[in-house]
């Protein structure tokens, strides 16, 4: 990277909030001027995080802080980001110890029956803040203390943010569930394989979501997220036990942000083991009935095998929709033996 002539204006990414807000200047900040000397790192997860580090890409800057903070024995998390104005680019980012900040506290909590919930946030200010300049990411703000008791390497393993499933695992956790051995076995194999818990990687919950929990996520042509499908192995099994009940919710796109609530097509298939739902139910929606009315439709046509499953599946629709008075579609049937596949 070439060296700027320009000093880039010093920034603090410390009170940093994820909106439209101007970036505030901070005596106290760093100089994030670049020089020769001050060159983009690689992906290198045994530099110690500093001051005025350079990387090319926000997933190396993560890389290397997350590493860090596995060897001191934390976890980290997103505090806050920023983007630009007009193309909501994203040009800063903070990521900060776990126990950073309190918890809220609610009503559920002040009113709780029962333990109090373990208290995992104690106000830790370790952080490291990146501001993009040009094509690369700036460390412009650093805390290195904590406020709070560090875990040692075997221990940090077993935090959220440093478990992990290899592929290797992958393979002969699939192996191991195709054969019918249950997720606790499998991780008793695991951690004997790996010489305890603690070298393995992931803990059983991992496994269990592994096996059971699926997702898809569309993007749309600028990397952004449209859609998403996800589902628990909770609702798997039940879908499997009670027959495949669908709710549909018809009002899906009068929300702020005109998202759709539930549509989704070939997916449902590949995560509910290949069955299809044995019932639908909606609400009284006239666009969701005159689908279905299609979809059924369709069915009928191209569907059946035989006359006789024709006659039955037109004699079906004709009677749910109201559909015997109707000229279009009465015409239509008389001219059948020329066009309906059972026909020909």
């Known amino acids: 990277m070439s060296a700027s002539n320009e000093e880039p204006e010093t920034i603090s990414l410390y009170d940093m909030v994820d909106d439209e807000s101007e970036i505030n200047e901070d005596q106290n900040d760093v100089d994030l001027s670049l020089n020769d000397s001050n060159q983009p ?3 290198n997860r045994h530099l110690e995080p500093c001051l005025n580090m350079v990387f090319d890409k926000l997933e190396d800057a993560k890389a290397c802080y997350n590493a860090y903070a596995r060897r001191k024995g934390f976890d980290i998390r997103v505090n806050h980001t920023r983007k630009t104005k007009n193309d909501r680019i994203l040009v800063g980012i903070e990521y900060v110890c776990s126990k950073e900040g309190f918890r809220c506290r609610r009503d559920e909590d002040i009113e709780r029956i029962g333990p109090e919930r373990a208290e995992t946030r104690v106000g830790c200010k370790a952080m490291i803040g990146l501001k993009k300049i040009e094509d690369t990411w700036v460390v412009c703000k650093f805390v290195e203390d904590h406020n709070h008791e560090l875990l040692t390497p075997k221990s940090t393993s077993m935090l ?7 592929n290797a695992q992958r393979n002969l956790i699939d192996t191991l569930n195709e054969t019918g051995i249950p997720p606790s076995k499998i991780m008793s194999v695991l951690s004997k394989e790996s010489g305890g818990d603690y070298n393995v990687g992931c803990i059983l919950v991992d496994i269990q979501n592994y096996l059971g929990f699926v997702y898809a996520v569309e993007v749309d042509e600028n990397g952004c997220m449209g859609n998403c499908f996800w589902a628990d192995a909770r609702s798997r099994i039940t879908y499997q036990y009670f027959g495949g009940v669908v709710t549909f919710d018809a009002t899906y796109q009068t929300n702020t942000y005109k998202m759709p609530f539930v549509p989704f097509t070939g997916t449902w298939l590949n995560a509910m083991l290949g069955n299809p739902p044995s019932t639908i139910i909606i609400d009284d929606d006239k666009a969701m009935a005159k689908a279905i009315a299609n979809g059924e439709f369709h069915h009928c046509i191209h569907d059946t095998l035989t006359i006789e499953e024709f006659e039955l599946g037109w004699s079906k629709i004709m009677e749910n929709y ?7 579609l009465g015409n239509l049937y008389m ?10």
């Open 41 to 43: 790192f690689a992906c």
């Open 160 to 166: 959220r943010g440093h478990r992990v499933i290899t």
């Open 322 to 328: 109201g559909l015997g008075d109707n000229d279009w």
């Open 335 to 344: 001219r059948r033996e020329k066009w309906v596949p059972a026909y020909l």
